[in-house]
């Protein structure tokens, strides 16, 4: 199965690109589409080899899928019970003391 898939990957690939294969410059060019999985499949196997062997690239992919993971997946936080009225409270006094 797993076997299939990667012949069915490579000669995919090979269609595709060519045997090209993609350098950091390509690798940064193609990154917010790949990031997106708006990416060819064939260039974005590319991407995924060349990041297997280079260390900065791998970092800049993983630093933006994170950073946008973290973005995307962050809900506003409801406070608990109380909390925001305590906060409310205090900020009307600290307000009020402060005034004029
Ligand atoms: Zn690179």
New binding site residues.
């Given amino acids: 199965m797993a076997l299939a898939r990667e012949i069915l990957r490579a000669s995919a690939t090979e269609a595709r690109v060519g045997g090209r294969t993609l ?2 410059k390509g ?1 940064v060019r193609q990154l917010s589409e790949y990031l997106n999985g708006a990416l060819d499949p064939a260039l974005a196997e590319e991407l995924q080899k ?2 297997e062997h ?1 260390e ?2 791998h970092l800049v992919v993983d630093t933006c899928r994170k950073t946008i993971q973290i973005y995307c997946n962050t809900e506003p936080m409801a406070l608990p019970a109380g909390v925001r009225e305590r906060l409310e409270r205090a900020l009307a006094e600290k307000i009020g003391r402060q005034g004029r």
């Fill in positions: 350098n950091c690798v060349h990041l280079c900065d690239c």
